[in-house]
């Protein structure tokens, strides 16, 4: 099986994008990663979309982001995991090219999340988790997440300075990034005195509703070696799930593992 690389990279500008529909914030995204491959959409052979339709007007997204890239008649699809619909397409899409599918894929990230009201999106998202047993009860991601945190700073002494310091180093890296959504620091003074969401978790914990895309162009290694000097490797790329009910978990702070064992041509889980 061939090697997968990335060949390309396109960011579009994240934000409260009312001057941009889904499809044009997929286009600002991909024009940029073709640019930044060198090559031109008619080298695409299909496109894998990672994205969460229920936040969107437009219900269905792979076709009608095809069509505006000029795509179409080529192969294309919809991942959606949640938080991983992202890494999920990538995978995707480098699966696609290992088996021989294809050799040139546009994987494609593109969410519109205030196109909803901020409830209704809290309300969508809670809705990721287990609905029969858990979200009737109200829970959202921050109160999710807050469940998470509670538990760590029980186990390990976390404590809520350390997790501030990773929403200082978030903005850090967001006042060097033009397309970001956050384009300022942040002081540890200033994140202590923010709101509190879900505790222990307070503003700069938790992650805004916006509108955004990105794109990542692969190729195999044959097709990469005539395109980039600049290829990144993905040399492997693995999957896993846990329960999505919390009450299932046998930890909440941490993820299975699973052990293989071989034995002869034979692998046990």
């Not at 969460?52 to 080529?74: A, D, I, M, N």
């Not at 696609?96 to 809290?122: D, N, R, S, W, Y």
Request: glycine residues 8%; contains cysteine.
């Amino acid at each position: 099986m061939t090697r997968v690389g990335i060949i390309g990279i396109g960011h579009g500008v994240f934000g409260r994008r009312s001057d941009a529909t889904v499809q044009e914030l997929a286009f600002e995204a991909f024009r940029a990663a073709l640019e930044d491959a060198g090559i031109e959409k008619d080298d695409i052979e299909a496109s894998v979309i990672g994205s969460v339709p229920e936040y969107h007007k437009q219900r269905s997204l792979p076709g009608v982001v095809q069509e505006y890239l000029g795509l179409v008649p080529k192969s294309t699809w919809l991942t959606e995991v949640a938080c991983a619909s992202g890494s999920a397409a990538i995978r995707t899409g480098w699966m696609a090219i290992k088996a021989g599918l294809h050799t040139i894929v546009a994987v494609i990230g593109c969410q519109k999340m205030t196109e909803l009201t901020t409830p209704e999106i809290l309300a969508l998202m809670g809705r990721v988790g287990e609905v029969q047993w858990e979200s009737v009860f109200g829970t959202t991601f921050p109160a999710y997440y807050a469940m998470f945190a509670q538990r760590h700073m029980y186990e390990f002494g976390t404590t809520r300075k350390q997790l501030l310091e990773v929403a200082i180093k978030n903005h850090f890296y967001g006042a060097k990034n033009p397309c970001a959504l956050f384009q300022k620091e942040i002081t540890m003074e200033k994140a202590t005195a923010s709101d509190q969401v879900a505790s222990p978790l307070q503003v700069y914990d938790c992650c805004a509703n916006a509108d955004g895309a990105a794109c990542v162009i692969l190729a195999g290694e044959e097709r990469a070696r005539e395109i980039s000097s600049k290829t990144v490797w993905l040399d492997g790329m693995g999957c896993a799930t846990a329960s999505m009910s919390v009450l299932r978990r046998p930890s909440l702070v941490g993820l299975p593992r699973a052990s293989w064992h071989r034995k002869g041509s034979r692998c046990l889980a």
